[in-house]
T-cell receptor, first 117, second 112 residues
Framework: ETGVTQTPRHLVMGMTNKKSLKCEQH?????MYWYKQSAKKPLELMFV???????ENNSVPSRFSPECPNSSHLFLHLHTLQPEDSALYLC????????????????FGPGTRLTVL | GEDVEQSLFLSVREGDSSVINCTYT??????LYWYKQEPGAGLQLLTYIFSNMDMKQDQRLTVLLNKKDKHLSLRIADTQTGDSAIYFC????????????FGQGTELSVKP
């Protein structure tokens, strides 16, 4: 496997279910990100991890719970979601969080299409 | 504040040039990026420009940056049906750890 992979690619869940999204990067990067992509809206940054430490939580509801056990893996645990949480969830990675004015290319996975019924 | 805006749709004929526009509000942007998202896929970096440059050319792609007007554009020459995708503009800000602020994306439709 190369690049950034995400599983599952599609997920349908009820509002009372608990599920997890998984992201794995094979690029040797140290920063990982979760984004939410809804139609016709800007990508919303949800969480950022740098060297396994969470550095940003962008006012995300507690029904979304991230976990980063090591620099290669990132999870998003979901519970008691709402229909408005239906979206494409994208994972990305980069070399590290860049300080100052450094260039920061992020590499994206294909996303998990989540539908909440 | 941080805001990046793009028009939502653009339709062109195969062989024509496409110009996708983006405006941003934060004048301290250091790098500006163009990402491409094909159906069913994640975002892929197409090109980027450093804020002290006015123009960057890479094969069929030309990026123009007007810092005074906070306007960024991506020109695709000789547009092909394979260029049909959603194009995202993004900016990175200094001292924010590489955080990217994305626009809504412009859906480019190329008709034969």
């Amino acid at each position: 496997e190369t690049g950034v992979t995400q599983t599952p690619r599609h997920l349908v869940m009820g509002m009372t279910n608990k599920k997890s999204l998984k992201c794995e990067q094979h690029l040797g990067h140290n920063a990982m990100y979760w984004y939410k992509q809804s139609a016709k809206k800007p990508l919303e940054l949800m969480f950022v991890y740098n060297f396994k430490e969470q550095t940003e939580n962008n006012s995300v509801p507690s029904r979304f719970s991230p976990e980063c056990p090591n620099s290669s893996h990132l999870f998003l645990h979901l519970h008691t979601l709402q229909p408005e949480d239906s979206a494409l969830y994208l994972c990305a990675s980069s070399q590290r969080l860049a300080g100052g004015s450094s260039y920061n290319e992020q590499f994206f996975g294909p996303g998990t299409r989540l539908t909440v019924l | 504040g941080e805001d990046v805006e793009q028009s939502l749709f653009l339709s062109v004929r195969e062989g024509d040039s496409s110009v996708i526009n983006c405006t941003y509000t934060d004048s301290s942007s250091t790098y500006l990026y163009w990402y491409k998202q094909e159906p069913g896929a994640g975002l892929q970096l197409l090109t980027y420009i450093f804020s002290n440059m006015d123009m960057k050319q890479d094969q069929r792609l030309t990026v123009l940056l007007n810092k005074k007007d906070k306007h960024l554009s991506l020109r695709i020459a000789d547009t092909q049906t394979g260029d049909s995708a959603i194009y995202f503009c993004a900016e990175s800000l200094p001292n924010q750890g590489g955080k990217l602020i994305f626009g809504q994306g412009t859906e480019l439709s190329v008709k034969p």
